[in-house]
């Protein structure tokens, strides 16, 4: 209301002071010509016309000046206090219009009421976005804001004109500064900004020149340019022309715009709805408003009277609300997936897209009006809009929807995968099952079309049916079986200060989200995994675990980790008073905790256990221990920690890379450090005395990679932290670290022994890990000879596996689908046919000539290799069969049909039963005292984890000893052999190929 409630009162208050004032002007008007007079009283009339424009657009040139600073301010300090500041900037703009009786008065009011829009809008709507973090929900609140704000810009001129006839000018503004004031202080009772600084201490956003030149968010400024610009040109333009054309009343010229709030507010629930149902279509309906706002742009000079106006007008603010209501979401969209989700400055860009409009309009419009006519500034307006359109095709392609794949591909490809895994009898049967599901008409055809449909709903259709197959539905105990660990390497710590000294930047900055910046080949990748590291938390359940994810990313008053030493836990406050602690200052936390330990008279029960125990088991023994407040209490404090920090102590065994691996995926059991963790949350860091060091995942919030990317940026700057603990700066006096407090009744007592019975027997003994560093070539040799190092490594390990076992098997090989909307991981199904032709050929002893067998097995070599890249990418562009397959299998059961044959037959079954479970971990330092590693998925498989470096390959293989069909020395043994073998095969055919063109020559 603020912006519009000045077009009926300025330009007439104005004109009452021009009349006011003395006129020496005129008097000596008197001694000229006629025609001098009236030349005169044109060139007063434009100026005076000039002196308006410049007046209405000096509020969108401040705010258009200001804008990119506060953008950058917001990100930093939050969104509360800006937007107070902003009510605060416009409640005094307001008195000064209200009192104000000169054009300077007026212009400084104005232009103050440009800095408080750029403070307080921005804030505001970036305040939304921040606190609505789903799609819909934004883009209901979105809309509803919109609403109001068109309500204001509507009623304002009607509102200021009546009270200002009837009351006159101050009127009008004194109730709006009346309602600044109720605003304000509506924002401090409801935000409560100095109590509850939500954003304080958070990372900073991308800075605003770089949301400018990202190609996305630079086309959505453009659009939400573009569209305004009618609205902004006929403002200042249509009363003129209405009274010239039409000789429309004052009345008709002052409620010509109001019969638009209906239809403004029909855009936005229009747009809300649809984007509730297709939220990937959000560039279309910004599209079609463009379309529709160009063409009633276009129709406005064919109007003859005012009712036929309205539809025009109207049709230009429906256009305007479907773009607003698509696109501004869309913006904060783009800088989750493409950025940091901090919207300040992302919101900048869209305040500056409409203050370049609207900076124009009043300046411009009445000039081109006037050289070319009102006819021609229409039509240059609607087919500007209609043209830049197309331009938001873009936005298709942002972070595209992962897709359903073909039916028939799915099916095809699985029968293919799955053909020389199973029996010929078992696999006849299999295929016929396939084929009558894959019928037209048939079942399968029913269920893809309920998948497409789901598609078109969901951000990504096949993302909760994946997590609770693969996690939360998966009742096995976490550590080894699900959680995987990364090995850092051996620390030679001297005292405390060097065990404490790598855990300081945890105090400093938790997580700088502006490493979440990944490309691959060029394409953006979604970064929603990021967002999870630190802020989420699985809780067991009967029959299916919860990922319960905070939904802000702010941090709150109180901000903690979790401590673990001596199997007791520590809170430690990371936020005191909305700051956070300095690292010298956690520095000294830590030693407290420590000293705590050796001072303890009273020693809790070791709980830590119970998270090791199968999950059906930990949820029933946990909805015991909540029962008690104090239980209920710490394990609050626990999942709403950022992390938890395991202070072992030395575990007494030899430090090599196989005991490093097992310290960090079960602690050495109870007797060692098994009981010192807490299995269940995503992030562990753990600290050994003995200078064992290394991170534990939970793994259902994110992939492997997402902590690898984590880990680099912690190890990239721990020397920094180190040296900065050496100059000790001024540390403050904290309240000391809490110990957390445990009622355990003798049943829990009694199922705490059972778990460190489990622990030492499930675990402690039965894991067998064997960590390789191959040092014979590495990735350069393998790309020599023109090979994906990748897939050779892969026909590699499933020739090792059939040297020792005579067969392949169903292998799960990870492979990343982020370069869609929320993706996570599918399968690449590297056991192909052709790795098992190219294992048989390897293993055949008869060959009558050497080098035609060569030749031979390098041929079954290389087309092993094409089809182990052609799933990979298969897999990455999301038309892999495992998800498909999951996907549809969930839908059956969704609709209560009965099982399908295909998904009860045997053959899916085996297809299911991952015995190698396998993945690079690229993006490791190249160190090789640092490693990943993680357990099997089945009893009697193996967990292979493989990094290939320039010049080296490191391995882990984990198998259970327990189990009479796998031994990871064996098969550790036969990789090595078979590299070499592959090896040896490319040198004997590049010098059978030499020789034969040798031989040609001559």
């Excluded at 990239?716 to 670290?737: D, F, H, I, R, W």
């Excluded at 990979?872 to 399908?900: C, F």
């Amino acid at each position: 209301m603020l912006y519009m409630v000045i077009v009926p009162i300025i330009p007439d208050y104005l004109a009452t002071l021009e009349r006011q004032q003395p006129s020496s002007a005129a008097a000596a008007s008197l001694y000229s010509n006629s025609s001098d007079s009236r030349a005169e009283g044109a060139v007063a009339a434009d100026n005076f016309d000039l002196q308006i424009g410049v007046l209405f657009a000096s509020k969108a040139i401040l705010q258009l000046v200001v804008s990119p600073f506060t953008g950058t301010f917001i990100d930093r300090v939050g969104y509360d206090t800006p937007l107070l500041i902003g009510l605060l900037v416009m409640f005094l703009s307001t008195c000064t219009f209200a009192f104000a009786e000169s054009y300077t008065c007026l212009f400084l009011a104005r232009s103050l009421q440009g800095l408080g829009s750029a403070f307080a809008d921005t804030s505001g709507i970036a305040m939304i976005a921040d606190k609505y973090t789903e799609e819909s929900d934004r883009s209901r609140a979105l809309g509803i804001a919109l609403a109001f704000i068109s309500f204001g810009s509507l009623v304002a001129p009607p509102f200021g004109g009546i009270l200002y006839d009837f009351a006159g000018k101050r009127i009008p503004f004194i109730v709006l500064s009346c309602v600044c004031v109720a605003d304000f202080l509506l924002c401090l009772t409801v935000l409560k900004p100095f109590t509850n600084k939500t954003r304080a201490n958070m990372p900073v956003g991308a800075p605003i020149y770089r949301l400018i030149i990202d190609p996305y968010i630079a086309v959505v400024a453009g659009a939400l340019t573009t569209c305004n610009i009618p609205l902004a040109f006929l403002e200042p333009t249509i009363a003129h022309w209405m009274e010239t054309n039409m000789n429309a009343s004052k009345w008709e010229m002052g409620l010509a715009w109001l019969p638009a709030f209906l239809p403004h507010v029909l855009g936005v629930y229009v747009t809300v709805k649809l984007a509730a149902h297709f939220p990937n279509l959000q560039w279309f309906y910004g599209a079609l408003g463009m379309v529709i706002i160009g063409a009633s742009s276009c129709t406005v000079p064919a109007c003859k009277n005012f009712v036929q106006l309205i539809a025009p007008l109207c049709g230009i603010c429906f256009g305007i609300a479907l773009v607003d209501t698509a696109l501004l979401p869309t913006l904060a969209f783009l800088v989750d997936v493409r950025h940091v989700s901090v919207y300040g400055s992302v919101y900048a860009v869209a305040d500056i897209s409409y203050c370049v409009a609207y900076a124009l309009g009043p300046i411009v419009a009445g000039q081109i009006v006037h050289d070319l006519g009102f006819v021609q500034l229409n039509l240059g307006m609607g087919l500007a809009n209609v043209l830049y359109a197309p331009a938001l095709l873009i936005l298709r392609n942002v972070l595209p929807k992962l897709p359903v794949p073909p039916l028939k591909q799915t099916l095809d490809m699985y029968l293919r995968c799955m053909e020389h895994l199973v029996t010929e009898d078992q696999f006849g049967k299999s295929r016929a099952i396939v084929m009558k599901f894959g019928e037209p008409g048939g079942i399968g055809e029913f269920l893809q079309e309920k998948l497409l449909a789901r598609r078109d709903k969901k951000i990504n259709w096949v993302n909760d049916y994946w997590l609770d197959d693969m996690y939360l539905k998966n009742r096995l105990a976490l550590p080894v079986n699900s959680n995987p660990a990364i090995v850092l390497p051996k620390q030679d710590f001297q005292d405390n200060s060097d065990v404490l000294s790598p855990i300081m930047m945890f105090s400093r900055r938790t997580l700088p989200l502006e490493f979440a910046q990944g490309q691959l080949a060029g394409t953006p990748l979604c970064m929603e995994q990021h967002y999870k590291l630190f802020s989420s938390y699985r809780v067991p359940g009967a029959e299916k675990d919860t990922l319960v994810v905070r939904e802000s990313s702010a941090l709150s008053e109180s901000e903690h980790i979790i401590v673990i030493c001596k199997n007791q836990f520590y809170v430690l406050d990371v936020v005191i008073n909305f700051k956070r602690i300095h690292q010298n200052e956690a520095f000294t936390q830590l030693e407290k905790i420590l000293k705590m330990t050796q001072d303890e008279l009273e020693w809790y029960p070791f709980i830590g256990l119970l998270t090791t125990e199968g999950r059906t088991e930990w949820a029933e023994v946990r909805n015991r221990l909540i029962k008690d407040p104090t239980n209920r209490d710490s394990i609050c404090l626990i999942e709403r920690s950022l992390c938890v920090v395991c202070l072992d102590d030395p575990s007494d065994v030899e430090m090599t890379d196989t005991n490093r691996a097992l310290q960090m995926l079960h602690g050495g059991g109870f007797c060692k450090n098994g009981a010192n963790r807490w299995y269940d949350k995503p992030i562990q860091f753990i600290v050994g005395m003995d200078g064992a060091c290394g991170v534990v995942c939970e793994h259902s919030p994110f992939e492997g990679i997402v902590l690898v990317q984590c880990i680099q940026y912690l190890l990239s700057n721990m020397k920094e932290a180190s040296s900065a603990l050496a100059k000790t700066s001024n540390v403050q006096e904290l309240p000391g670290p809490k110990r957390l407090h445990w009622n355990c009744s003798p049943d829990i007592q009694g199922l705490l022994s059972s778990s460190a019975d489990k622990l030492q027997r499930q675990f402690t003994i039965s894991t067998h890990f064997i960590f390789v560093f191959f040092e014979a070539y590495g990735k350069e040799f393998i790309k020599k000879q023109k090979m994906s190092p990748d897939a050779y490594i892969q026909v590699a390990i499933q020739l090792a596996f059939y040297r020792c076992n005579e067969k392949l098997v169903s292998t799960y090989e990870s492979a990343s689908v982020r370069r869609f909307c929320e993706g996570r991981v599918d399968n690449i199904r590297s056991a192909t046919r052709e790795a098992l032709a190219f294992a048989k050929s390897m293993t055949d002893t008869k060959s009558s000539i050497p080098v035609s067998h060569f030749l031979f097995q390098l041929c079954h070599c290389r087309l092993s290799l094409i089809t182990t890249y052609f799933n990979s990418s298969q897999a990455i562009t999301g038309m892999a069969i495992d998800n498909h397959l999951l996907g549809l299998r969930k839908m059956a059961q969704k609709l209560k049909m009965q099982t399908p044959d295909i998904f009860a037959d045997e053959t899916y079954h085996i297809s299911n039963k991952f015995i190698l479970t396998t993945s690079q971990a690229r993006c490791v330092p190249t160190t090789a005292e640092m490693f990943c590693c993680y357990g099997p998925v089945v009893p009697n498989g193996y967990g292979v984890c493989y990094n290939p470096q320039s010049d080296c390959i490191i391995f882990s293989v984990s198998s259970f000893q327990d189990s009479k069909e796998t031994c990871s020395s064996k098969l550790v043994e036969a990789l090595e052999t078979c590299l070499l073998e592959i090896r040896n095969l490319c040198y004997e055919c590049s010098t059978a190929a030499k020789t034969a063109d040798w031989m040609t020559e001559l």
